[in-house]
T-cell receptor, first 113, second 116 residues
Framework: DTEVTQTPKHLVMGMTNKKSLKCEQH?????MYWYKQKAKKPPELMFV???????INESVPSRFSPECPNSSLLNLHLHALQPEDSALYLC????????????FGSGTRLTVV | DQQVKQNSPSLSVQEGRISILNCDYT??????FLWYKKYPAEGPTFLIS?????DKNEDGRFTVFLNKSAKHLSLHIVPSQPGDSAVFFC???????????????FGTGTLLAVQP
């Protein structure tokens, strides 16, 4: 299995809702990442998990809450989002040595109404 | 502060010709540079990478050149094919032990259109 699987592919949520994005990989990668991509912009790093511990938080607002329950799973819990949070949320994973690059999922298209 | 820049938002080339995509960076501490291809509503797909200690890496139709003194890298695609049409992102990585502080920073992207 050489894929990163993200669910759901599309999500529409209200500003008072609580929802979660899910990411799964079975490549034995020990680093996992959340990126956010707005239209016509590059992906921007949000969080880095290494060996199931949060190692980097790029000053992301607390309405985004990451969680890494085990080495194969990464969640992003969403609460009280704003319409400007609407974007494509990408999950990625990598081995320690990144020579083969990061493997990205196909993303979750989030719309906040 | 955009540490990785691609100054050409778009590029159009004829099928069979060479495509050259350029990228500039400001941080001399980057360890690796990577190129990704991306279609709308999909995740980036890894193409090729180069270590900061190398100046060239080749993989099939794709060659990446790195000029550290100029803080510039380029991706050459020869020959270009219509299926190559996509947004190409360069990305730069700083590495920490065990991936704990690996950070991948993307450039602004170049939309490549290969005309049949």
């Amino acid at each position: 299995d050489t894929e990163v699987t993200q669910t759901p592919k599309h999500l529409v949520m209200g500003m008072t809702n609580k929802k979660s994005l899910k990411c799964e990989q079975h490549m034995g990668h020990r680093a996992m990442y959340w990126y956010k991509q707005k239209a016509k912009k590059p992906p921007e790093l949000m969080f880095v998990y290494s060996y199931e511990k949060l190692s980097i938080n790029e000053s992301v607002p607390s309405r985004f809450s990451p969680e890494c329950p085990n080495s194969s799973l990464l969640n992003l819990h969403l609460h009280a989002l704003q319409p400007e949070d609407s974007a494509l949320y990408l999950c990625a994973s990598s081995q320690d040595a990144g020579w083969n690059g990061y493997t990205f999922g196909s993303g979750t298209r989030l719309t906040v109404v | 502060d955009q540490q990785v820049k691609q100054n050409s938002p778009s590029l159009s080339v004829q099928e069979g010709r060479i495509s050259i995509l350029n990228c500039d960076y400001t941080n001399s501490m980057f360890d690796y540079f990577l190129w990704y291809k991306k279609y709308p509503a999909e995740g980036p797909t890894f193409l090729i990478s180069i270590s900061s200690i190398k100046d060239k890496n080749e993989d099939g139709r794709f060659t990446v050149f790195l000029n550290k003194s100029a803080k510039h890298l380029s991706l050459h695609i020869v020959p270009s094919q219509p299926g190559d049409s996509a947004v190409f992102f360069c990305a730069a990585e700083t590495r920490g032990y065990g991936g704990a502080t690996n950070k991948l920073i993307f450039g602004t992207g170049t939309l490549l259109a290969v005309q049949p």
